[in-house]
């Protein structure tokens, strides 16, 4: 008796959840999108939360760190948030696939160890903006008013210019949020 429920809690085991990426040994980068992969299986519950786990507490302070709370288990792979504050960097990381974001312990499979390597990417820049306005009014009743501002980051630039008929013109140069600023504030001037 005791042998036929050892096979049932086997086969029932055997036929869960598997991640199958991250890997053992993979590389994650903390700059870029990281996705979760896994296998499963018809009888398999229908949804999941992804937690982050390390044991060492050097690296992650908080163990059990909620990156998505509710996926669907029959999409087979997702995109893995950053947790708040972003990726933290260093080895033995593990995904935890739980039942739900309130039950941590209730574990439906467990990645390999992987690796979280800071990358180029994460680095933050800082960007600059400015802006410049000038109106003049003519003798004769006419109005000219011209505005414009440009603003940068490490990959991005915006112009914008009122010219005196009242056109406005707008260049966008791979957004970003320093240029979208730099460009309604040239719109609003």
């Known amino acids: 008796m005791h042998a036929v429920s050892f096979l049932l809690a086997l086969a029932a085991s055997a036929a869960a959840y598997k991640v199958t990426s991250p890997a053992e040994d993979d590389i994650w980068k903390t700059g870029s999108d990281n996705t979760l992969k896994w296998d499963m299986v018809s009888s398999d519950r229908g949804n999941f939360s992804v937690f982050l786990t390390n044991q060492d507490r050097s690296i992650l302070p908080e163990n059990n760190v909620v990156l998505n709370d509710y996926v669907e288990g029959s999409a087979g792979s997702v995109v893995v948030t950053a947790p708040q504050g972003g990726w933290p960097s260093g080895k033995g990381f593990r995904l935890n696939l739980c039942q739900d974001k309130d039950h941590p312990e209730s ?23 400015s802006t410049t306005a000038r109106t003049s009014a003519t003798g004769t009743g006419s109005q000219s008013q011209d505005a414009s501002a440009t603003g940068s980051s490490s990959d991005s630039a915006a112009s914008a210019s009122t010219t005196p008929d009242g056109a406005m013109s707008i260049t966008l140069t791979h957004t970003g949020i320093f240029a979208a600023l730099a460009a309604v504030v040239a719109m609003l001037a």
Not at 121 to 126: G, K, P, R
């Open 107 to 129: 574990i439906l499979a467990q990645s390999e160890e992987f690796e979280l390597e800071k990358s180029a990417s994460s680095s933050t820049s800082a960007g600059s903006s």
